[in-house]
């Protein structure tokens, strides 16, 4: 495996400074602070070596060991050795009497006690008493590592001796040389190293010194004095090496150490050099190599994951950063927005206090508004009860419309001009006939008696005229008999249509204050206004085509038939039961109805009186026709009274103010209650047509009564007209009879003369009456052809009478809805008041919350403020510590990766090995078996002064 595989899971360069660096650098700190102590206590050069010995007892090894040696080397300034001394400190754990030691020494001597010892050759035994045992001696053997100084004055080598007092830019350089060997079994190979020593090399210098710089160590400044710590690892990095890679110069593993600096007048007291064994620092648990390459993986991974960590927190912070930013205008906005809502907020709570506090108003208006639909749809279902009556009752015009239609009103009118020509005729005949029996007394007109030579003649003529006149006069009789009964019962029902008028004008009234109380509750019926409104439609339409149609019927038109007659005022039936849907069920309709119902009666017998007449004689028809034109007249007056009360109602219903009303029934209650004051005004119009009604069917009765009377005249004189007439008839035939014999039919001659002289007069008396009668009644003046468009009338009538029932049964149909609709307003108004006192407290607590929101925006805000530009520093700061481990990982862990050229396991098992000769060697001058021992070497140079000279 070679070392270029390995940049991405090994950093070589970390390793090795945790080795071989880091842990010369703890001794340097530890040894400066001796070496400081050191230097204080050295007044002068001439201080012995017992002394040095005494004073200095360097300890640089905590391990659990039972022989400590430290090795002084007293040498002059360049570094030569002129003298060793061993101190040792015997550990006597257990407390024993003897310490047996291995000591390749002389001239020992305790040190710090009166123990005494015994020596056979190295062997050396202490009698300890429990006590430890100081001692030193000497020797003449090699320290494993020596140290060369060299002394350079402005760029020129000088000697120690000469640099004394001298002035400029002096350098001393330190060059350590290992000299220790050792031969390790590391993983089944042997490998040779040397023991891992660090050289400490420590100084002071006074104040003359300047501009101090050292190469592997540090300055310590105490006072006006500096101490000066330097380190090296002399023949480490060969060692390493031979594991058969090459490190870089710039790999720290120094053999050497140079201090420089500017002097004036150079005097240097003292400088002193440790050497210790850097594995002490390590216990007796260190790692084997493979832990070692197995950490260094470890530490390659943790290389690339600091890289990589530092390159997502740069990430990280940006985002952070951004996201701060964004926050930070978030806050702003919803800080704005806050401010915004708690208006909204105020205002939705203001609101919602107005619309609790008006919610009584409400429910109350709801529950009037559903106690009003019910009144309406009852009222529906009692108008649709009325036009169902209606509608029954135009039964019989709709079964006599096909009659109707038959009826020839050209063949009428020249039945009536017949009529009047020949009563005219008749008159005329009877008065002549009247002067003929009379006579003047003249010769010219002696009267009847002289005329008996014309009577034989005309006798025949008379008596076959008083034939037909008895016969006429019989059936004339009998049909004013049944007219003047029938003009009675007219006289009776229009007596009753009087009645009935005045209390239709009192149920008119009724109507009027009924139609007040309606507008007051017309805002309950807003939901069926549009219903309603479609009904009216429907009603102006009918009610302008019956205007329209009757508009179009003159007088006259009504004596067209009686069938006709019936017909005619089974619309004025319809008319006066159409006012019902503009009213309530407190309208005298019955009333209304019996009236009409009575005349239709009335009619009926009209009707049955002129159809029986039609077998008998022109002069009984003509009579019974008479008094059932009175009765029509009557009709028409009432006709006449309903017009003007329909016109009312039609004027009220195309009133512009009443259209408006109509339309804006449908937007609301306030606009129906408008609407419904002018049904109460166009109700007091129907009352006062109604009055009209009454004052006319008043009328009716009148007249009908006095053409009772005067048809029962004319029934009495038309039997007085026909008695005479059959007396003329027996005496004209007597007459024809007896004319054989002269003395006898001569006789009765004269005496029929006479009777029929009185007859003729009472039948004259009758004609006269007949003719007055005809003349006052204006049948002459009768157009009967302008009726001619009642059949179409009365056909409209049944199909608008027809549309009417369907629109009621339509708003029947959609009284359950509305019955419904008012039940669920009336518990919807209960929950929507419930809930909007609930929405009020809950705008309450909402605002209590939005100023509490308020102001933890308005802190938010200024957090995010604060958290903007921490982020900002923060995102600095990364980028910087970014920055500053790519250029870790280039110019330190990259470089040392690149410093060594090999294969990693040779030289962790150098590594290994080198660390296993530092923790076995234990002593310099020797160890006893089984015992464990530490060793650091010191050299105390010589100083240069001028008082040396």
Known sequence: MKLPELKKIFRKKYIIRVVAGALVVGLVSTSSVQYTALADKAATTEQTTNDIISTDDVKVSNKDIDKDETVYLISKADGTVSDTIVASHLVNKDGADKIEDVADLKNIKNTNGNEKFTQNGTEVTWQANGKDIYYQGHTTK????????TYTLDDKEVKPKDLAGKSGHVKIHYEYTNNSTYTENVNGESVTTVVPFAAI?????????????????????NGTKSVVIGYALPGLKDSLEKAGGKFDKDVELPDSLDIEADVKNFDLETQMTAIVDASNTITSSSKSSNTISNDIDKLSDAGDQLKDGSEQLADGTSQLNDGAKKLAGGAKSAKDGSSKLASGTKQLKDGLGTLNSNMGTFKSGASSLSSGLNQYTAGVSKLNGGIGTLRSGLSPLRSQLPALKKINFNDLANQLTALSTGVSQLKSGSDQLLAGYNGDGTAKNPGLVKSMDQLTAGAKSVSDGASSVSSGASSLSDGATKASTGASSV???????????????????????????????????????AKVDAGIGQLETQLSGLGTQFGTISQEQLTETIDK???????????????????DDKITLANIDGVVTKLTENQTQVIDALAKANSNDTVTATATYYTALDVLHRVQSARDALNTAEQSLQDMLTNETTQKQLKEL???????????????????????GSKQLATGSKSLADGSKNLATGSKSLADGSKTLADGAKQLADGSSTLATGSKTESDGMTQANAGVKQLANGHKQLSDGINELYTSLNNSGISKLDV????????????????VDQLYKGGNTLVANNSKLTGGASKLSSGAGQISSGVSRLYSGAGTLFNGQNTLTSGLSTLYDGTNTLADGAE????????????????????IEKLVNSYNGDIKPLANQLRAALDAGEDYQSFSGLADGKQGSVQFLYRMDGISKDDD
């Open 666 to 688: 449908k937007d609301g209650s306030a606009q129906v209650a408008n609407g419904a004051k002018q049904v109460s005004e166009g109700s007091q119009q129907l009352a006062a």
């Open 142 to 149: 090699e320290a494993p590592v020596s140290v060369k100084v």
């Open 491 to 529: 006289s009776s029902g229009a007596s009753d249509v009087s009645n009935g008028a005045a209390n239709v004008s009192n149920g008119a009234s009724t109507l009027s204050d009924s139609a007040s109380k309606l507008a007051g509750g017309a805002k309950s019926v807003s939901d069926g206004a």
């Open 785 to 800: 052809k302008k009726y001619s468009s009642l059949p179409t009338a009365a056909e409209t009538l049944i199909d608008g």
């Open 201 to 221: 090399t420590g100084m002071v210098l006074n104040d003359d010194f300047t501009n101090i710089k050292v190469t592997n160590g540090r300055v310590v400044q």
């Open 565 to 583: 007659s019936l017909n005619t005022n089974q619309s004025l039936i319809s008319l006066l039961k159409s006012t019902k849907i503009l009213t």
């Open 873 to 892: 520093k923060l995102t600095s700061g990364a980028d910087k510590l970014h920055d500053g481990i790519v250029k870790l990982d280039k110019e330190g």
